[in-house]
């Protein structure tokens, strides 16, 4: 071994091993990319669904619009989960989401998680048309959840986001 490999692999921190919950960190990263990718999904099937539609306003059927992109949404979710447990950003970041024993998710627990994912975003924006708050308002109450929600991911053995615990899903580390 040289001097350069031994100074390499000794200033590396040691990588998680297979099967061992990462880092939220690294979930976050990956949740990040995630976003990235979904704008590319989210805009072409908005485009499709304002093609078949023929919307020429964004108000019109945007209820509708919504309900479409969830749909979109969870589709491409839970395709990915139970085909191969990973999306692409998580191959990129070596994740997979498995059951709690370890087994591939079935389509059922992977809607589920897909539905309990929303607790991220969907309770403090509730709060905005029930409280009559204002954006910047709204905003700071989203960013403190969501800061609180990723918090959730350090307490407890198996270092998993709750929304995690509650579909009874986990996500490990997957080796090189």
């Known amino acids: 071994m040289t001097s350069r490999s031994k100074a390499n692999s000794t200033s590396a921190a040691p990588a998680a091993s297979p099967g061992d919950p990462p880092t939220v960190r690294r979930r976050l ?22 093609t078949l539609t023929q919307q020429r306003n964004g108000l019109t059927h945007h209820n509708l619009l ?8 969870g589709l491409y979710f839970v395709w990915f989960w139970t085909h191969s447990g990973q999306t692409l950003p998580m191959k990129t970041w070596r994740l997979r989401v498995v059951t709690a024993n370890g087994a591939p998710l079935s389509a059922g627990r992977a809607t589920a998680r897909y539905v309990l994912a929303w607790l991220w975003f969907l309770p403090p924006l509730a709060l905005h048309p029930l409280l009559g708050l204002r954006v910047p308002q709204t905003l ?37």
């Open 66 to 73: 919504a309900t479409w992109i969830g749909l979109v949404v």
């Open 140 to 176: 700071v109450i989203a960013a403190i959840w969501f800061v609180l929600w990723a918090a959730t991911g350090r307490f407890g053995a198996s270092r998993q986001f709750l929304h995690d615990r509650l579909a009874g899903t986990r996500v490990i580390a997957v080796a090189r």
């Open 29 to 50: 990263a990956a949740l990040l990319y995630e976003a990235l990718l979904l704008f590319g999904v989210v805009f072409v099937a908005g485009y499709l669904f304002s």
